[in-house]
């Protein structure tokens, strides 16, 4: 199984603090000619447990509807920070392991 990742801020909604969607016509275009029924959302404005638990509950179904998609997964930066290893170093926090490998 493939995994397809979106990102949130300037890809689907303007950023955390304003939660307006954007580029809907394009998202939904992807989705349609890539044939995309489960996604992971992968975004540095969850980053945290707070954030993520934001997400569940207030953004993840309102953006299964929108979006016609399931939403199969969220980590949060923390947990990131905490399962990845980079050139055989663990970061020392999530602000670290942006810095050194940034937002890919």
């Known amino acids: 199984m493939n995994n397809h990742f979106f990102d949130l801020e300037d890809t689907i909604i303007d ?50 509807d929108v979006f016609g998609i399931n939403i199969i997964g969220c980590p949060s930066m923390t947990e990131v920070w905490k399962t990845t290893c980079w050139r055989g170093c663990a970061f020392e926090s999530v602000g670290e392991m942006i810095a050194l490998i940034g937002k890919r």
């Open 15 to 64: 950023s955390w603090q304003n939660q307006t969607l954007v580029n809907v016509h394009k998202v939904r275009k992807y989705i349609s000619d890539n044939n995309i029924k489960d996604v992971v959302i992968f975004s540095a404005a969850v980053w945290n447990d707070k954030d993520k638990n934001h997400f569940n509950t207030t953004m993840k179904v309102w953006l299964e």
